[in-house]
């Protein structure tokens, strides 16, 4: 019995030291937990290279539905200014009608002309056939056709003199009044449904002038004009290249206005077109994101202020293949925006403790 009793208490001493072994290694090496830091993750909103950068994974872009479009390139059209006045027609109209009644004389002249010519020519060959006629009647046939072809000749410098006046007052394009188009353009003025215009371009224009200007009438309505020719008189009170148009309305003789139109250049500037979904309004100032990888955000400003559905804006910031935010733009704008913490909003927490 003595044995047994022996064996047992040297069994349980293993045990209870085997079991103090195994305590000091618990507390040596502690057991995992889940109370261990998870590892570092990117903030959503950071800074790199100056610029505020907005990261979203594709799962989260999908929960916000944001889109992105690529921006496509375009040319940009500027707009410029010049002076008009609207030209009396009166002098127009009163030259129109000495030339008309120039070209009429001289048609009558020609007609004259024509018939004493024709006289001359009889009594010559009456003359011829053996004396027939006398030697005096030839002579008054002869000089009868004489003074008309001089009557001819005088009648066609009158209507030289009128249609130069008409092209030194009023250029070219209103000199021929036989021409059908030019007696059309007329009788719109006539009829009141058409107006002269003289555009005054700055000196440095290209020209030709451009083909067609807008006006404004009175009330402000636009209305536009159509070119004709280089205008012969400048206006005293402006310098610059003077152009004749045809207004498509009626306006009042003496009235000043401006005319806009579309500056045509060798080399046009170019620029992206931006749909006005993509912009967002902060600061006072639009802007777009820009995502420059498939998972960042960045915003950058528009140098445009026309609030029009799709705009051209000259290549800066943005160039033609960027892709652009252009549904969910308010959304990457607010969280841009949000508060963050303090040990975010700090480079060194330490001194947020106050």
């Not at 507390?27 to 100056?50: L, N, W």
């Not at 001819?152 to 000199?175: C, D, E, S």
């Not at 700055?202 to 083909?211: D, L, S």
């Not at 290249?241 to 003496?254: E, I, M, S, T, V």
Request: charged share 20%; proline share 9%.
């Amino acid at each position: 019995m003595s044995a047994r009793r022996l064996i047992l208490a040297l069994v349980v001493v293993a045990v209870l030291a085997a079991g103090a072994w195994l305590g000091e290694r618990a507390v040596e090496r502690p057991p995992a937990t889940d109370d261990a830091p998870p590892a570092a993750q990117t903030p959503r909103v950071s800074t790199v290279d100056g610029e505020t950068v907005i990261t979203l994974d594709a799962a989260e872009q999908r929960a916000a539905d944001l889109a992105t479009a690529p921006l496509a390139a375009a040319e940009i059209t500027t707009e410029s200014t010049a002076y008009a006045t609207v030209l009396d027609p009166q002098p127009l109209f009163e030259l129109r009608a000495r030339l008309l009644a120039a070209q009429a004389q001289l048609a009558q002249a020609r007609t004259g002309a024509d018939a004493a010519q024709a006289e001359y020519r009889r009594t010559r060959a009456l003359f011829a056939d053996d004396r027939n006629t006398s030697a005096k009647a030839l002579q008054q046939a002869q000089a009868a056709a004489a003074v008309a072809q001089q009557q001819v000749n005088a009648a066609r410098t009158a209507v030289q003199g009128a249609r130069a006046a008409l092209r030194l007052q009023f250029g070219p394009a209103l000199a021929g009044v036989e021409d059908a188009r030019t007696g059309q353009r007329l009788e719109a003025i006539l009829a009141g449904n058409a107006a002269l215009v003289r555009v005054t371009f700055p000196p440095a224009t290209p020209m030709p002038a451009p083909a067609s200007v807008t006006l404004a009438d009175p009330n402000g309505t636009p209305v536009s004009a159509q070119r004709l020719s280089p205008f012969p008189h400048s206006d005293p009170q402006i310098q610059g290249q003077p152009w004749l148009y045809l207004a498509d309305r009626g306006l009042p003789g003496g009235m000043r206005t401006e005319a806009r139109y579309t500056a045509d250049t060798a080399s046009p500037a170019t620029g992206v077109t931006v749909p006005k979904d993509a912009v967002v309004w902060y600061g006072g100032q639009r802007w777009v994101y820009v995502s420059p990888a498939p998972e960042r955000f960045v915003r950058r400003p528009l140098p445009v202020a026309e609030d029009t559905d799709v705009r051209v804006v000259p290549t800066g910031a943005l160039h033609p293949g960027d892709r652009v935010v252009v549904r969910g733009a308010q959304l990457l704008l607010s969280e841009e925006l949000r508060p963050r913490g303090a040990a975010a909003e700090c480079e060194d927490p330490p001194e947020c403790d106050d």
